[in-house]
């Protein structure tokens, strides 16, 4: 069975940081998509960072760029998120997903659903 337990959200300052981990059990997602996602209350879910492990090729969404950073462990089937100069607009609850295998597809219009394993999340709550 498939597991993504996502850890290291908490509450900050604006301008602080953090550093999310998704530790991954039951499978290994090489040559996949694995993405860090988020959602506010009363507003859609959206896409934060994607990784394709297999070719290493990131992609950011606009609010992210230059202040968060994907990176994964696969020694440790781990997935990060480190998160710099944090707003009050990124609090939310923060997951971490994969997709099947992928090969060396890129991982940019993907769709939700094809994210097929979702951890539980973890909150960051950021005050300005």
């Known amino acids: 069975q498939v597991h993504l337990v996502e850890n290291g959200g908490g509450s900050v300052q604006a301008g602080g940081s953090l550093r999310l981990s998704c530790v991954v059990s039951?499978?290994?997602?090489?040559?996949?998509?694995m993405g860090w996602f988020r959602q506010a209350p009363g507003k859609e879910r959206e896409e934060v960072a994607l990784?394709?492990?297999?070719?290493?090729?990131?992609k950011y969404a606009d609010s992210a760029k230059g202040r968060f950073a994907i990176s994964r462990d696969s020694s440790k089937n781990t997935l990060y998120l480190n998160m710099e100069n944090l707003k009050a607009e990124d609090t939310a609850m923060y997951y971490c997903?994969?997709?099947?295998?992928?090969?060396?597809?890129?991982?940019?219009?993907?769709?939700?659903?094809?994210?097929?394993?979702w951890g539980q999340g973890t909150q960051v709550t950021v005050s300005s």
């Open positions: 997903a994969g997709t099947g295998y992928r090969a060396d597809a890129d991982c940019a219009g993907l769709l939700f659903s094809d994210y097929i394993h």
């Open positions: 990784l394709q492990t297999g070719t290493g090729s990131r």
């Open positions: 039951g499978y290994s997602f090489n040559r996949a998509c």
